[in-house]
């Protein structure tokens, strides 16, 4: 295969040979972002990140897989150099120089494959109870890898507020979807399916809390999170 002829080139072998010509320049990217990283600037690591990839895509690739050492990339690239020998040790060199990145890389090639945005959530939760105003809260704080991406501090009843509206939301896609006739992956419908068990126990646990602590039901017709009565 003739290399300096870019359109008989496809990926994977056409970003490493992107990364081949200008390593040196990707390296002082790199240098940059884990320099954030070590700083404990989890927000900027991936914003430089997401820059990287908008204007480097291929190469953003290479670096990403190499770091997370995908067995099947590797396969890929030595099948397409055939008889010549593919550039694997350098590919691992950069894998081993930036490994302390390879969770926001994994996380932005997530978003740019997949078209998600801060994937992979994950929950922190603490739980608070204040005398005076006789309020439960539960203490939220949503992270995405090491970005923080928000808090929120409150009762139950305004947590069941924003549960209700992803619910409602996500009901409402489903069924765009489904009108669409557009299919969904079937890892993805086994998913719902699971969730779907799971909110039902949590609501019928819920539901049996309600009953034995049932109140008599007031005329006033109070928001879950507008009840400033104990001023």
């Given at each position: 295969?003739?290399?300096?002829d870019e359109s008989t080139v496809e990926p994977p072998?056409?970003?490493?040979?992107?990364?081949?010509?200008?390593?040196?320049?990707?390296?002082?990217?790199?240098?940059?972002?884990?320099?954030?990283?070590?700083?404990?600037?989890?927000?900027?690591?991936?914003?430089?990140?997401?820059?990287?990839?908008?204007?480097?895509?291929?190469?953003?690739?290479?670096?990403?897989?190499?770091?997370?050492?995908?067995?099947?990339?590797?396969?890929?690239?030595?099948?397409?150099?055939?008889?010549?020998?593919?550039?694997?040790?350098?590919?691992?060199?950069?894998?081993?120089?930036?490994?302390?990145?390879?969770?926001?890389?994994?996380?932005?090639?997530?978003?740019?494959?997949?078209?998600?945005?801060?994937?992979?959530?994950?929950?922190?939760?603490?739980?608070?109870?204040?005398?005076?105003?006789?309020?439960?809260?539960?203490?939220?704080?949503?992270?995405?890898?090491?970005?923080?991406?928000?808090?929120?501090?409150?009762?139950?009843?305004?947590?069941?507020?924003?549960?209700?509206?992803?619910?409602?939301?996500?009901?409402?896609?489903?069924?765009?979807?489904?009108?669409?006739?557009?299919?969904?992956?079937?890892?993805?419908?086994?998913?719902?399916?699971?969730?779907?068990?799971?909110?039902?126990?949590?609501?019928?646990?819920?539901?049996?809390?309600?009953?034995?602590?049932?109140?008599?039901?007031?005329?006033?017709?109070?928001?879950?999170?507008?009840?400033?009565?104990?001023?």
């Amino acid at each position: 295969m003739d290399t300096s002829d870019e359109s008989t080139v496809e990926p994977p072998r056409a970003w490493v040979e992107d990364f081949l010509d200008s390593e040196a320049e990707i390296r002082g990217v790199l240098d940059d972002v884990r320099e954030a990283h070590v700083l404990g600037e989890s927000e900027t690591v991936r914003e430089k990140l997401r820059a990287f990839a908008q204007t480097e895509n291929g190469i953003f690739r290479v670096v990403a897989l190499a770091v997370l050492d995908v067995e099947t990339f590797y396969t890929d690239l030595n099948d397409q150099y055939e008889d010549e020998t593919a550039p694997i040790e350098k590919l691992e060199a950069i894998g081993s120089d930036f490994d302390r990145l390879a969770d926001d890389l994994e996380l932005v090639l997530s978003e740019r494959m997949n078209e998600f945005r801060n994937p992979r959530p994950g929950l922190r939760r603490g739980f608070r109870y204040s005398e005076e105003t006789q309020l439960p809260r539960l203490d939220y704080d949503v992270y995405s890898g090491d970005v923080k991406l928000c808090q929120f501090i409150h009762p139950p009843s305004q947590a069941l507020v924003l549960v209700q509206s992803i619910l409602n939301s996500t009901r409402k896609l489903l069924e765009q979807v489904d009108a669409n006739g557009d299919p969904i992956a079937e890892a993805e419908q086994e998913r719902i399916a699971n969730m779907h068990n799971h909110l039902s126990e949590e609501l019928a646990e819920m539901a049996a809390y309600i009953e034995t602590t049932a109140v008599e039901e007031s005329d006033n017709d109070l928001e879950p999170f507008d009840d400033y009565s104990f001023y």
